[in-house]
């Protein structure tokens, strides 16, 4: 069998890499090709190229690259239709890869699948009526999903979220604490800028100038930024000689968040990721002035955080684009840190346990369905 796939960002990675655990429980007899980053290159896949290339967010940034991302996204296309697979799995990114789709079902009609839902929930549900034209099915991370696309007549199952699955219930900081060598007399508070290169130039002088602010207002309290890997090149080493109460982390956000008392997450995936190790946390988002008023015209949801969409209810605080700022900042995180957040952890185990789905034929299955 032979599995053509296409991820286009971190998460889009993490989400491959479960998909391709899942598959080869079922079929050890399986070829991955496609687009990917590093876990699902470990894991066999033949990456067609970098996937950093086409990790793009908001309205500007992929309209800046818009060149190179349909050329990408055509040698992805002209490699596809070459190589014949028998599935076609984008996963995220729809608006790169609902194009593939569209594509390979029309010219070598191979059985196509999206790997989380396109957001319609959020904007642009009329998607939908053109979607099922060219897609067979749907692997769904939450729940009710799957009852708006059973209108539209789209096939798809609730596959759970792989995070809410690798993240145990109960959390023991001290425990994560001693993974990192932390001081458990110390309070700490994770910094999440977003793994994008855009959003960690939007996000990063704010976090600067709060670790500045807390260096002589409350010297117990210490700041871990947690960037990707590929973050290296901002060199953010060299302003850290001022901040003694500020360190730098790369990957495994999941331990920093786990051992961190309180955090400070930029709106995605991440948000989600801190619900789950039961992190207190206060939701941040800006981007360029252009993007945010064409976003703030086409989403349709109250909330931009997913603990808050997922449980239709403000379970978190959120600070959006000017509301952004030192001084915001400083007073969610005194109110977070002097308040009791029992409820919100109590709020943090419920979307927990509504997200896991540990059927490990849960994909393999749909596959010999259609």
């Known amino acids: 069998m ?33 687009l990917g980053g590093d876990r699902m290159i470990d894991r066999g ?46 996963i995220d990114s729809p608006s790169f890869n609902l194009g593939i789709s569209k594509k390979l079902k029309s010219k070598i009609g191979v059985k196509t699948i999206q790997y989380v839902s396109p957001q319609v ?24 999903e799957t009852k708006i696309l059973e209108a539209f007549n789209i096939k798809s199952n609730f596959v759970g979220h792989p995070l809410a699955e690798d993240i ?36 990063i002088k704010v976090f600067f100038q709060l670790a500045e602010h807390y260096r002589e207002k409350n010297k117990k309290l210490k700041f871990i930024l947690n960037l990707t890997e590929k973050s290296k090149k901002f060199n953010f080493e060299s302003k850290l000689q001022k901040f003694e109460n500020l360190s730098i ?8 968040l786990s051992a961190c008392d309180y955090s400070i997450v930029t709106s995605g995936t991440a948000t989600l990721e801190g619900a789950l190790c039961k992190t207190p946390m206060i939701v941040i988002y800006k981007t360029n002035l252009i993007s945010y008023f064409i976003l703030s015209k086409l989403i349709q949801t109250k909330f931009i955080s997913l603990p808050n969409i997922l449980s239709e209810k403000k379970i978190v605080n959120e600070l959006i684009q000017t509301d952004v700022n030192k001084k915001n900042l400083i007073i969610e995180l005194d109110k977070l840190m002097n308040e009791d957040n029992n409820q919100m952890a109590l709020d943090f185990v419920s979307l927990h346990n509504s997200l896991i789905n540990r059927d490990k034929s849960k994909f393999f299955d749909v596959l010999n369905s259609i």
């Not at 971190?10 to 070829?31: A, P, R």
């Not at 929930?121 to 979607?131: G, H, T």
């Not at 982390?249 to 920093?256: A, H």
């Open 45 to 90: 896949l033949k990456s067609l190229f970098p996937y950093e290339e086409i990790s793009k967010m908001g309205i500007i940034d992929p309209l800046l690259s818009i060149n190179n991302l349909l050329r990408r996204r055509k040698q992805l296309i002209e490699y596809f239709i070459q190589e014949r697979p028998d599935f076609f799995i984008g």
């Open 249 to 256: 982390s790369y990957g495994d956000s999941q331990r920093v």
């Open 121 to 144: 929930w959020a904007w642009r549900k009329n998607r939908l009526k053109k979607i099922s034209n060219y897609l067979d099915h749907i692997f769904c991370l939450y729940r009710f």
């Open 168 to 203: 145990e219930i109960e959390i023991n900081k001290n425990n994560y604490k001693d993974l990192l060598n932390l001081d458990k007399s110390g309070v700490y508070v994770a910094l999440l800028p977003g793994s994008r290169d855009s959003e960690i130039k939007n996000h």
């Open 2 to 34: 032979k599995i053509a796939l296409s991820a286009g960002e971190e998460s889009g990675d993490i989400l491959g890499s479960n998909l391709m655990d899942s598959l080869f429980h079922c079929n050890k007899d399986i070829e991955f090709i496609g």
